[in-house]
């Protein structure tokens, strides 16, 4: 339904929608050798491009090695040692994708050890996807950096240079607005919200992360501090702790800030919570309603 280029990778493709797939992409990333010669010639036969997704070997990330494809005994990726030559027929491009919300010191430090690894194998290359993670539209990335990176593959290989569209496209983008249900104590004041971390936001548990909160401090920063929890079963389905400059009552709304990403993609129904609305705010200050969840949405995932 877009325009332009349509690439696609999996880390194994089922046969069924390998065939589906063959009537809209146009770049086909393998990630493993067998997969590739089980797939590639038939991609090549329809026309497509063909590359293999490598890995580096060379871990930038710290604390969340849930998103580093580089971690030990990673699954993403060929390593050299499984790399052989009698791969590169089948072969039109490379790709490593191994950052996350990372400046471009991090890519150019990767894309060093990259090429230590497969460089020999880079002339025989049409393109080369440096994949997603880069931040490039945060105050503080660095731009020259990383035209000076795409510049030297460009330049030394005669390549054309990817880079996949991440988050920093919607970076800072879209909110949710929340209600405060009730208001408990133990040991804190506790907010129990309509927004569920486990429902609607589940990056916040599984990075995890702490998402902003507008006119909100860390806690003990202001001074009323509450944790900001959900409403479903799960004991951790806990937002974060936060201050705000008045007092928090049942009807509040928290409006959680950069939620444009993966608040709609990663949503589930966990404990019958129902899925945040889809609404449109304009410039003027109208909105509009998009699209509402309910029941039925629900019902006719199961049945």
């Not at 580096?56 to 990673?74: L, N, R, W």
């Not at 109208?286 to 629900?298: A, L, M, P, Q």
Request: glycine fraction near 8%; charged fraction near 25%.
């Amino acid at each position: 339904e877009f325009p332009g280029e349509v690439h696609v990778f999996s880390p194994a493709y089922r046969e069924e929608e390998f065939a589906e797939l063959l009537s809209y992409a146009d770049h086909f990333v393998f990630n493993s050798p067998r997969q590739l010669k089980k797939f590639g010639e038939r991609a090549r036969a329809a026309g497509k491009q063909v590359g293999l997704r490598v890995n580096p070997e060379y871990s930038t990330q710290e604390g969340h090695a849930i998103y580093d494809p580089c971690a030990p005994g990673s699954r993403l990726g060929t390593t050299l040692a499984n790399f052989h030559e009698s791969l590169l027929p089948l072969l039109d491009g490379l790709h490593f994708h191994t950052l996350c919300e990372q400046n471009s010191d991090d890519l150019e430090t990767t894309a060093h050890a990259f090429e230590e690894k497969f460089g020999q194998y880079l002339p025989q290359m049409q393109w080369l996807n440096l994949g997603g993670g880069h931040h490039i539209t945060r105050a503080d990335y660095d731009i020259p950096r990383l035209v000076r990176v795409v510049k030297h593959f460009r330049e030394k290989y005669g390549l054309e240079v990817y880079l996949e569209p991440g988050e920093a496209v919607v970076l800072n983008a879209g909110f949710l607005v929340s209600t405060v249900l009730e208001i408990v104590h133990n040991g804190m004041d506790i907010a129990i919200l309509d927004t569920s971390a486990a429902c609607h936001m589940p990056d916040v548990l599984e990075m995890p992360y702490r998402p902003p909160v507008r006119d909100s401090g860390k806690a003990g920063e202001k001074p009323y501090t509450y944790r900001l929890t959900g409403p479903t079963c799960l004991a951790g389905d806990v937002i974060g702790d936060y201050s705000f400059d008045h007092p928090l009552a049942e009807g509040s709304q928290i409006v959680l800030e950069d939620m444009a990403l993966y608040t709609m993609v990663k949503t589930n129904t966990f404990n019958g919570m129902p899925l945040p609305a889809i609404v449109l705010r304009h410039e003027d200050g109208t909105v509009d309603v998009v699209k509402e969840f309910g029941y039925e949405d629900f019902k006719s995932r199961l049945s």
